[in-house]
């Protein structure tokens, strides 16, 4: 059974998790996610972290973070970015992306989020498949990948 716990970005099992997604992303696209990411923007109210465990290991994670429009963004005000959403390839296929990415939603609206943004990309199909599974929609590319033919970018309004 997942326990899902809040954590900082800088906890030490978050460290464990994203230097495993970040390996996965270099085995998919040959390099690191190269998104800069501050730790204090995943601490409430503007953002929130959580991780994932089975018997006490760390075995999945997500977060979000604000992000309103800007010049060079399309994005909305009222924006939360998912980020960093990540279940150990041990422990897979058991609905540990989909409990997580819940709680990711929940938390986002009570923080007064209106809308849950995310981007990916064409080489993590099962990313793909979850997130469309899930009600998000694509929505125009953002962030540092934006102008990649490999990057999806996908939106969903978040409930009141």
Not at 2 to 30: M, N, S
Not at 44 to 60: D, L, M, S
Not at 149 to 154: D, I, K, S
């Given at each position: ?15 464990v ?6 390996r ?85 609206a ?51």
């Amino acid at each position: 059974m997942l326990e899902l716990r809040t954590v900082g970005y800088d906890h030490p099992d978050v460290a464990v998790l994203v230097a495993a997604v970040q390996r996965e992303y270099v085995q998919r696209y040959g390099d690191e996610d190269a998104t800069p990411v501050d730790p204090a923007e995943f601490a409430p109210p503007r953002g929130f972290f959580t991780v994932g465990y089975v018997a006490g290991t760390p075995v999945a994670c997500g977060g979000w973070r604000a992000r309103d429009g800007g010049p060079d963004e399309p994005l909305r005000d009222g924006d939360a970015e998912v980020k960093r959403m990540f279940v150990l390839v041990t422990h897979r296929g058991r609905g540990y992306a989909r409990a997580v990415l819940a709680e990711l939603e929940r938390t986002a609206a009570a923080a007064g989020r209106r809308r849950a943004v995310l981007e990916t990309g064409t080489r993590q199909p099962e990313a793909v498949a979850l997130y469309t599974s899930a009600g998000y929609g694509p929505t125009a590319t953002f962030g540092v990948y934006r102008h990649s033919p490999n990057c999806r970018c996908y939106a969903k309004i978040l409930p009141r």
